[in-house]
């Protein structure tokens, strides 16, 4: 019995799409090795920046984030960096070594900064050191900055390590102010707590001199 026209159409038509499938599978399964043969050091690092912003949440004081990250970069991805605090006085170096300890206020790389609140490149004479850096913002507020020198063995940071470090950088900003609003609330409630028993006390002091026999001449 002979196939139809439309039979022989619908046949052509799926091994079409097997072959298709087979191409892209082929493709994606190359890409892949290629990609593990030739990038395997960006590999790594991106998937230790990954865990690190996992890791951040949870620290327990706020103190201890700057040192966490900038010696996790260190260790486990091969990156030098330095992480910077906002301040009232300017960007204050809390962690790393690189750059200045104290920068100002308007440096032209922190105005930058908080006007576009995106990574940005630094200039080889720049305050900041490093070759990139990355905003601490939250609710767009810009709570400092993570400063990482170029990564070992390349000249530069892929889009995708560029856009782990700028999440890594955000997951580090929320860790630290959820933490110190957690403080803020810790001493809140210790304050509360102390004026209420003050007031107590100055009741039982009232009452007592209300009652004493003794009276003052």
Do not use: K, W
């Amino acid at each position: 019995m002979r196939a139809t026209g439309s039979q022989n159409f619908a046949v052509q038509m799926g091994i079409a799409i097997v072959v298709l499938y087979a191409v892209r599978l082929l493709r994606t399964q190359s890409d892949r090795l290629v990609t593990r043969l030739f990038f395997a050091g960006r590999v790594r690092r991106i998937d230790a920046i990954r865990s690190i912003a996992r890791e951040v949440d949870a620290v327990q004081h706020p103190a201890a984030i700057p040192a966490f990250v900038v010696d996790a970069l260190r260790e486990r991805a091969r990156i030098e960096a330095a992480l910077f605090l906002a301040g009232t006085d300017g960007f204050v170096r809390g962690a790393g070594a690189l750059g200045e300890e104290r920068v100002a206020t308007d440096a032209a790389i922190v105005v930058t900064l908080r006007a576009t609140q995106l990574p940005a490149r630094i200039t080889p004479a720049g305050e900041l050191g490093g070759a990139m850096v990355f905003p601490l913002a939250v609710r767009g507020q810009l709570r400092g900055g993570l400063v990482c020198a170029s990564p070992d063995g390349d000249d530069d940071y892929a889009p995708d390590e560029s856009d782990a470090l700028a999440r890594l950088a955000i997951a580090t900003a929320i860790a630290r102010d959820d933490l110190m609003a957690e403080t803020l609330r810790s001493r809140v409630a210790e304050l509360e707590q102390e004026n209420r028993l003050l007031s107590r006390l100055a009741g039982l002091e009232a009452r007592v001199s209300a009652t004493s026999p003794f009276v003052p001449e």
